[in-house]
């Protein structure tokens, strides 16, 4: 079951496009005094909160826990609460379950039917995670959960997209001294050719400026709040070039928790990120627009890449997975470097669709793979920043490794 299987609609016009709300889900696992060879643990508490502001009628939930030490993995639990309302909050306590060594592997599922006045039907949201439930100990999971509410803005054609936060652009060509960007004396050419400007608008979940990711060069940027404007002079040599942005919603979870958020809770591993890309190519003299699209990434983290010689700023490099026809891509970019460069080692997770990201240090994250057929979690693959060497100058990169089982 993918973490956040909200579809793409792309009608056939040009539309509005929807804006976002995030809940965090926090599970903790009680200990209790059960025997050795009980299997059952404790309780799991569940708690929802949505963000204020977010107009919610009602909220329908559905719970599911499943061991995923049992071949094959039980679902020991399915729970419903329904026309849960003051903000969709939720709480639940439920069991979680061990293997006789006090450990145990548990996968949750919530699917969550959010009522909102300006649409008919509920939106369906789906979540998953996976956690170790412990005997006689707490355990602390946190899940993110993007809740699409109307508004109107931009240019793109989006109506719902599983994310939290939502960019739409434009592409336009200008005469070289409209804004006196590039100018005759900026420039050093009298030839009136053309340049392009690429704005981009992008809203967060929290009604908030979002945090720009900025990629591509050579172009001058200005960023204004939720506006980031691109200026582009095409080089007179042949070639191609693209550069967008990456919104970031800078949403903070009442409870910190160390595989999603820094200490002060505030996320840097997020379900879902929005953008926008644009592209041009030359040849033989003439520029083409090959148009301007939104980018839409199922997960995105924030990571550190301690830096290379003693004195200088830690280096943060963004690393994104893209949901495509095949599989899970992972690619990377550091602020104003090239757009989404493909991972190191492995960039592809074909037949086996990505359902969680965690946080496993500052510059480290686990993958969880799911099988397509069931849904549970089988597999997990590791990805790192790191400085490749190879070239002329060392340069951020991320590497990612194979996918192992889950269980050893």
């Known amino acids: ?21 995030c809940a965090a ?8 005094s059960a025997k050795t060879d ?53 709480t639940e306590v439920v069991p979680c379950h061990t293997t006789s060594s006090g450990t145990g592997l548990n996968q949750v599922d919530i699917t969550a039917y959010v009522k909102v006045p300006s649409r008919d039907e509920p939106y369906k949201l789906q979540s998953s995670a996976v956690f170790q439930c412990k005997r006689n100990a707490d355990t602390l999971v946190n899940v993110t959960l993007s809740l699409l509410g109307a508004y109107d803005g931009g240019f793109v054609d989006i109506d719902a997209i599983p994310i939290g936060t939502l960019c739409s652009s434009a592409f336009t060509q200008h005469a070289d001294t409209t804004y006196g960007v590039c100018g005759e004396a900026a420039c050093g050419r009298g030839d009136g050719e053309d340049y392009w400007v690429f704005a981009s608008h992008c809203e967060s979940l929290q009604a908030q400026t979002p945090t720009f990711w900025i990629c591509g060069s050579p172009a001058d940027w200005n960023v204004n709040f939720e506006d980031a404007t691109a200026y582009f002079p095409p080089p007179q040599h042949d070639g191609q070039w693209s550069f967008g942005v990456v919104a970031l919603d800078g949403y903070t979870m009442a409870q910190a928790d160390p595989t999603l958020t820094d200490p002060s809770g505030k996320l840097t591993v997020w379900t879902g990120a929005s953008g926008t890309k644009a592209n041009l190519t030359r040849t033989n003299g003439h520029v083409v627009a090959n148009g301007s699209e939104p980018e839409v990434y199922l997960f995105a983290a924030d990571l550190e890449l301690a830096p290379d010689q003693v004195g200088l700023p830690v280096t943060h490099v963004l690393m994104l ?60 693959a590791h990805c790192q920043t790191d400085w490749d060497r190879t070239g002329p100058a060392p340069k951020p990169v991320v590497r990612c490794g194979a996918p192992s089982p889950i269980l050893p």
């Not at 889900?25 to 209790?32: E, I, M, Q």
């Not at 404790?42 to 599911?64: H, K, L, N, T």
């Not at 037949?351 to 849904?375: F, N, Q, Y």
């Open 321 to 380: 997975v893209h949901e495509t026809s095949i599989g899970s891509r992972i690619a990377y970019q550091t602020k104003f470097g090239a757009c989404d460069q493909p991972a190191l080692d492995v960039s592809l997770y074909p037949g086996s669709p990505m359902i969680d990201v965690r946080r496993e240090s500052a510059d480290s994250v686990k993958l969880i793979l799911a099988d397509p057929a069931t849904g549970f979690a089988t597999l997990v």
């Open 25 to 32: 889900l926090v599970l903790g696992a009680c200990g209790s």
């Open 1 to 21: 079951m993918p973490r956040v299987p909200l579809s793409h609609v792309l009608p056939d016009q040009f539309k509005s496009w929807a804006g976002a709300a």
């Open 38 to 90: 009980d299997p059952t643990l404790g309780r799991v508490g569940f708690a929802i909160e949505f963000p204020d502001g977010v107009d919610i009628e009602y909220v329908d939930y559905e719970v599911d826990l499943t061991f995923l030490e049992e071949q094959p993995p039980e679902t020991y639990l399915h729970r419903e609460t329904h026309e849960t309302r003051r903000g969709g909050e939720l």
